[in-house]
């Protein structure tokens, strides 16, 4: 859909699902193959941890310290609030993951910017009862510039530290 666009300055090469298996065990949702101006590829693993229970989020981030096992360069962290309230929360791994070290960036997640995506997810997901095709949906998209203009899409990309 965006693939082979450029978003804020990044051009997106290509996105991979990441399936659970080992430590990720579905941590790390999918990689957002992109292109920084002046860079080579880098591989940025997407994880969206919307959990509230403060015990099933400290072991999420103890096991995302080791991202670089899962084969992306950087890690992007989404999650539902505010940081100071994230921090709060998880004082001692959420600063690890976000160290200079690391070089994890965090997005706060607000559902008005989940609509497109979860709208076009949806679409595709029922195009054979709508009768209505990968390439025409993907045509719509490009067209009104639904995701280039998405929000969240823009956090992402211009919050990484390449």
Request: proline fraction near 6%.
């Amino acid at each position: 859909m965006a693939i082979g666009q450029t978003i804020a300055g990044v051009k997106i090469v290509r996105l991979d699902r990441i399936y659970p298996s080992g430590r990720n065990q579905g941590l790390i949702d999918f990689k957002l193959v992109c292109l920084p101006a002046d860079r080579n590829p880098v591989e940025l693993g997407i994880c969206v941890l919307p959990f509230l229970d403060i015990e099933v989020v400290n072991e999420a981030y103890m096991r995302l310290l080791v991202y670089k096992d899962f084969g992306i360069d950087l890690l992007c962290l989404i999650r539902p609030g505010d940081l100071k309230t994230n921090l709060c929360q998880s004082p001692i791994w959420l600063p690890k993951l976000l160290s200079n070290d690391i070089g994890g960036s965090p997005i706060s997640l607000k559902p008005i910017d989940l609509l497109g995506i979860l709208t076009t997810l949806s679409v595709f997901s029922h195009k054979q009862q709508h009768g209505v095709t990968n390439e025409a949906i993907c045509a719509y998209l490009r067209a009104e510039e639904l995701l280039i203009k998405n929000e969240l899409i823009k956090s992402i990309l211009t919050t990484t530290k390449f």
